[in-house]
């Protein structure tokens, strides 16, 4: 137990931060942040824990013996102060531990929150407890409540695991984070992992199978464990494939389950056999090779000449890990020689197969990348944009809107300015077309919508109507709709329908500003009787139909005379 007054116990905190001991101390002002399996501890100058610390430092351990004097150099009583100790810490697979505690005064232990140990009370001789219990896999936060009531102050706290094979069933965790490299010059294979979490971690063993097998065979030493995080090894140098696995072992000889498989191909310098059943067969999107897989290939590299002619050999595909590839470049209505050759992991290249196939004559790809934007102008339109198919015989495109064809393009580029609507959606795609007339599928969609809306301002309201010895004072309340354009003003007059009856009929007299309330519409004061009604009309032209029910209508008697018919 380290053996501290209380005030030398906080007094030397400033030479230990100084020269990077373990334990720091900061005043209760300043953030501290104390790096697991390190203590936090916080100073508190009453029992119970309230208020702001009046310090917090950095413990490697909880064991301290304060003596009467002050645990924080002058900052707390002598008597009734407190302090908590937490941290927060990777348990790796858990299992059973220790817990013990002693104290003079009170002491309460909690993990994750739940009481473990309790020994709250005034004492005037150090208590002890030891418990056992089982901490689950993972991190957990410890926290050790500790209080000085009167008389002397000590505490002591640790936790450790239980390692005995009897009481500990627990197997470790699987390493994680490994990797190896292998060095194909020395033919060395290194290891490297992170270490495992557990506290009754004793080693590491390290494994090795063939990917044929299923027999795992241990490399690393037959009776002593890794202790480091890393390990070389010499697969022996047949350019198979080995796998390793690392598995941690615990004091108690519990073995962990094995890490992720780690592939190591060993060197190699013999190459593998020519592929053998290589077929060619020529299809709509381009000419299919097919082979049979080959013992030892990691990928394969395939060769094209152009038949009968002194081109030279090109080589058009590496890398290819399956047993088929597809040329998709070869110019249709041309014959071609290819050739297969199978490549090792260790970078050898076996002997070619030859085969040959002719290209026929299909339809293009499908155009890619198409796109539609606005153009800008003073006019409606969409310029749009593709790219496109790899096929040389492209002669021309066709673009289509919602389906329909809409024109005919030499390049990969067309406007459309053909009767747009505003506030409308429209669906663009484009085919290629070549020589022979062969169509190809559509392009993907471009969707665009334009500007604007189809949607009518709203009836204006408030519309009164007052007859003027000059005319008729027509008076409304101003429209709220954000796209307003404009006013119309609209007079309906009574006339004889033939029938012995009378019909109103509306005509337009007037267009007015947005900012408009008020209109005088000059009229002979002949005592007819007119309606006068308001259209609003938005940016996009559009406004509701004179006869649209929805108007609302003011209904005068202009002054004088009427006019006998």
């Known amino acids: ?54 310090l917090t430092s950095c413990d490697s351990a909880i064991a301290e013996n304060y003596g009467s004097g002050d645990p924080a150099g002058g900052r707390l009583p002598k008597d009734n102060f407190s302090v908590r100790w937490s941290v927060t810490r990777d348990f790796g697979s858990g299992g059973p531990f220790t817990f013990t505690a002693e104290a003079q005064d009170g002491i309460r232990v909690h993990l994750d929150g739940v009481r473990r140990i309790d020994l709250w009370k005034n004492v005037t001789t150090t208590q002890r407890k030891t418990v056992s219990l089982t901490v689950p896999a ?42 190896v490299a292998y060095d194909k010059t020395l033919g060395k294979a ?21 990917s044929t097998s299923t027999t795992w065979t241990k490399v690393s030493s037959a009776t002593a464990l890794i202790t480091g995080t890393s390990y070389v090894n010499s697969p022996p140098p047949t350019g198979q494939t080995h796998l390793y696995e690392l598995r941690a072992v615990d004091k108690a000889g519990n ?20 592929p053998a059943g290589v077929a060619a067969s020529d299809g709509y999107t381009g000419v299919v090779l097919a082979w049979q897989p080959v013992t030892g290939a990691a990928t394969y590299t395939v060769h094209r000449q152009r038949t009968g002619t002194t081109d030279p ?58 796109t539609a934007v606005d153009t800008g102008s003073h006019i409606r339109g969409f310029a749009l944009r593709w790219t496109a198919p790899a096929d040389t015989d492209v002669a021309s495109y066709r673009v289509y809107r919602n389906g329909s064809l809409l024109g005919t393009a030499s390049s990969p580029s067309y406007t459309d300015e053909n009767g747009l609507w505003h506030g409308t959606t429209y669906r663009y795609t484009v085919t290629a077309v070549d020589r022979a007339g062969h169509e190809s599928p559509a392009s993907a ?121």
């Open 1 to 54: 137990m380290t053996t501290r007054t209380r005030l030398s116990a906080l007094a030397t905190t400033a030479a230990l931060a100084a020269s990077g001991g373990l334990l720091t101390a900061t005043p209760a002002a300043a953030a501290v942040t104390c790096t697991s399996p390190v203590w936090k501890a916080e100073y508190f100058a009453n029992s119970t824990f309230s208020g702001t610390p009046k």
């Open 138 to 179: 993972g991190k957990h936060t410890i926290t050790v409540y500790y209080a000085a009531w009167t008389g002397a102050a000590n505490v002591k706290f640790a936790y450790t695991p239980v390692t005995s094979a009897t009481a500990d069933k627990v197997r470790p965790l699987a390493p994680a984070g490994a990797t």
């Open 190 to 210: 290194t290891l490297k992992w992170a270490a495992n979490k557990e506290m009754d971690l004793a080693g590491y063993r390290l494994y090795r199978r063939l």
């Open 255 to 274: 073995e962990s389950p094995g890490g992720a498989d780690l592939t190591v191909v060993s060197v190699d310098r013999t190459p593998t056999a020519a």
């Open 313 to 370: 050999v090109a080589q058009v595909a590496t890398g290819v890990t399956a047993t088929t590839w597809k040329d998709t470049t070869a110019t249709e209505r041309t014959g071609y020689t290819y050739w297969v050759s199978a490549v090792d992991a260790a970078g050898n290249t076996s002997a070619r197969t030859a085969v040959t196939a002719t290209r026929g004559d299909y339809a293009p790809g499908a155009p890619t990348g198409l």
């Open 445 to 565: 969609e471009a969707v665009v919508t334009t500007e604007g809306d189809l949607i009518a301002p709203a009836p204006v309201t408030g519309l009164r109507a007052t007859p003027r010895e000059d005319g008729v004072l027509v008076e409304w309340d101003a429209s709220t709709e954000p796209d307003l354009k404009r006013y119309e003003v609209y007079r309906a007059e009574k006339y004889d329908d033939g029938d012995g009856g009378t019909v109103w009929l509306a005509h337009r007299v007037e267009y007015l500003s947005t900012t408009a309330t008020s209109f005088l519409h000059p009229s002979e004061a002949d005592g007819e009787n007119v309606m006068y009604t308001l259209i609003a009309v938005d940016q996009w032209e559009n406004m509701l139909r004179a006869d649209d029910p929805s108007l609302n209508w003011a209904e005068v008697t202009e002054l004088g005379t009427p006019v006998t018919p």
